[in-house]
């Protein structure tokens, strides 16, 4: 925990010029949960032009098991072959509300991003929700996602580079080795009753967050939010890692990566720590321009399930 309690330290020095008035605004987030059957949900209401709901299951592209793409072929099903909202009526619900919908594929995590203005999001979060937390696969559309799936140019989210090389480094499962994970080439094997089966068991209520944030109607979201319940609980066990730990592997270009271990467990340290990542990136800069050499850098926390490192 000693780099946990410099990036507070860090956070608090950085803070003191803070005028009165900013420093006693209120910044808090109600958690609500009926069951462990339940999703989490998170609002955090601000006065805003926009109002967004993020969609966070806690599964991925190592969840495929090998059948690699399942993941993002289950995601475009809730999407385009999902009989409790069909995609030309939520397609048509965005255009009229100039609203957008965001979808991405992690290792670990499958999320939804909807933003939209405050006046339009209440219905249009209850229409995605209603997809995405109590889908009705139709086999008759199911072609159709797998050909949105194919033609997906980009179906691994590419901002976990840094997660995939460590996990395939530090890691003995074989599924972060898979050279295929979250490919998406050979999906068109997959069979409706897969889908359905995932759909149920893992891409469900019981995994999902849900993060509310802008102006919304509170009340409402709860009230649909504990409607939804079910699927098994994913969990990961955190990793037993002998350290120090030194490895070189084959690449197309030179990498080095020197990662630190660390325990997060609460929003306040992860925020600390992506202080502290913006603060170091900082200096790295200055010491790569004082050295006038060609350079690309990073400083950030790798935030996953399977691993917390700097």
């Keep these: 925990m000693r780099l946990t309690r410099l990036a507070l330290l860090l956070c608090v020095l950085c ?13 808090e987030v109600e958690t609500f949960r009926p069951s462990p059957q339940h999703p989490v949900l998170l609002l955090a209401p601000r006065e805003s032009s926009r109002s967004t709901l993020t969609v966070v299951f806690d599964v991925g592209a190592v969840d495929d098991n090998f059948e690699n793409g399942l993941t993002r072929v289950s995601q475009y099903a809730l999407l385009h072959a999902n009989a409790r909202a069909t ?25 939804f991003t909807l933003t939209a203005p405050p006046e339009d999001f209440d219905a249009l979060a209850r229409l995605l929700l209603t997809s995405l937390l109590s889908p009705r696969l139709d086999a008759r559309r199911f072609k159709a996602a797998l050909e949105r799936t194919v033609r997906d140019p980009q179906a691994l989210d590419t901002d976990n580079t840094v997660e995939r090389l460590l996990t395939s480094a530090l ?15 050979k999906v068109s094997d997959l069979e409706p009753v897969q889908v359905r089966q995932y759909l149920s068991n893992w891409l469900a209520p019981c995994n999902a967050t849900l993060i509310a944030t802008g102006r919304f109607d509170a009340q409402a979201l709860r009230a649909l939010v504990a409607e939804f319940q079910g699927g098994i609980a994913r969990r990961i066990d955190p990793p037993k890692l002998q350290l120090p730990f030194d490895r ?14 660390i325990r997060l467990e609460t929003a306040r340290q992860a925020a600390a720590a992506r202080v502290l990542a913006s603060l170091l990136e900082e200096r790295l800069y200055n010491r790569f321009r004082a050295a006038g050499v060609g350079y690309g850098f990073a400083s950030e926390p790798v935030l996953s399930p399977a691993l917390d490192v700097f």
């Design 171 to 185: 890691l003995e499962d074989s599924r972060y080795r898979d050279p295929n994970l979250g490919s998406v080439e």
């Design 15 to 27: 803070c003191p010029g803070l005028s009165p008035v900013a420093r006693a605004a209120p910044f």
């Design 248 to 261: 070189e592997a084959p690449a197309e270009r030179e990498v080095r990566v020197l990662a630190y271990p």
């Design 87 to 111: 995609y030309e009526k939520l397609t048509l619900a965005l255009y009229k509300s100039a609203a957008t919908l965001e979808m991405r594929t992690g290792v670990h995590e499958s999320r």
